[in-house]
């Protein structure tokens, strides 16, 4: 639950630095959708960890600004580029999410109905992304996010 917890934390701080360089106004309202809805995933993941007695990762200040710079790059790009990026990152999420419900204990239903949500909405974030003219990311781009996905995810299990 701390990995997803950090996850949350980048994916407002993606969405963020992406709506600051987006250069359509429609599209950063629907940016700013997104990122309204992961704040309630912050919110769901937080409290469930603290319900289960662990702790935040002591680097999400780290998380935050090197996702929040991350977002911000991805929207120079231009916003097909941009929404390329984020559809790629809410399916990596969902794949994540996915290994999670495999391994969570079928009784911790707490925690199995916060994440069978999130992965819900990770999936309509996507979808809306390529609906919004989202570009299919190459794949050299793809395996090096997976790269730093799986980086962060290590870490965070740990710090
Ligand atoms: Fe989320
Ligand atoms: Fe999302």
Redesign the pocket.
Known sequence: MRINHVGEVC?QAL?QGQAITCRDAALRQSLEK?AF??TE?LAWTERRLVELGDRKSLLNPLWYLGSLTIGIVAGKFGDTWSLGFLAE??RQ?EAHLDHHLNDLPSHDEKSRAIVEQ?RL??IS??NTAVHLGARQLPTPARHAMRLVSRFMTATAYYV
């Open positions: 994916a969405y997104a809805e992961e995933h990152t809410e999420v999130m909405d990770e974030h996507a």
